[in-house]
């Protein structure tokens, strides 16, 4: 078995909650697009209704290996045409719940992986 130790030098989500992350001890309160090569993208959206398939376009252009998307406090899926863009790249697109998301980052981020999250953040009712 051949061993390999976790990388350190990329932006890692340290904390999260309803209706924010903290990236790298940063609060973010909007929904974002954080990468494991260091961006940190604004991400027009506040609801899962907002979503539009310009948005999933938008993560198709980002050159990443993986593709995570948050979508808020529960896993919801967008629709199948929407992902052309990036289905068309050859790139598969995780979906599951912001906090399910922002673990997922973090372990891909540490183990190399250029890997990209676009995370919804959802205002509470």
Avoid at 5 to 28: C, H, L, M, N
Avoid at 64 to 83: C, D, H, M, T, Y
Avoid at 88 to 100: C, F, P, V, Y
Wanted: charged fraction near 25%; proline fraction near 5%; include cysteine.
């Amino acid at each position: 078995m051949k061993l390999h130790a976790d990388r350190f030098d990329v932006q890692t989500i340290s904390g999260y909650g309803p209706g924010w992350v903290s990236i790298d001890k940063e609060e973010f309160r909007k929904s974002v697009i954080i990468s494991s090569k260091g961006e940190r993208i604004e991400w027009n959206c506040e609801r899962f209704e907002d979503l539009t398939p310009e948005h999933f376009a938008q993560l198709a252009d980002l050159g990443a290996e993986v593709v995570i998307f948050g979508s808020g406090q529960k896993n919801r899926f967008p629709p199948p045409a929407w992902l052309a863009p990036l289905m068309a790249k050859r790139l598969g697109l995780e979906s599951m719940n912001t906090q399910a998301a922002c673990r997922t980052y973090n372990i891909l981020a540490g183990e190399g992986r250029h890997v990209i999250a676009a995370l919804l953040l959802e205002k509470e009712a």
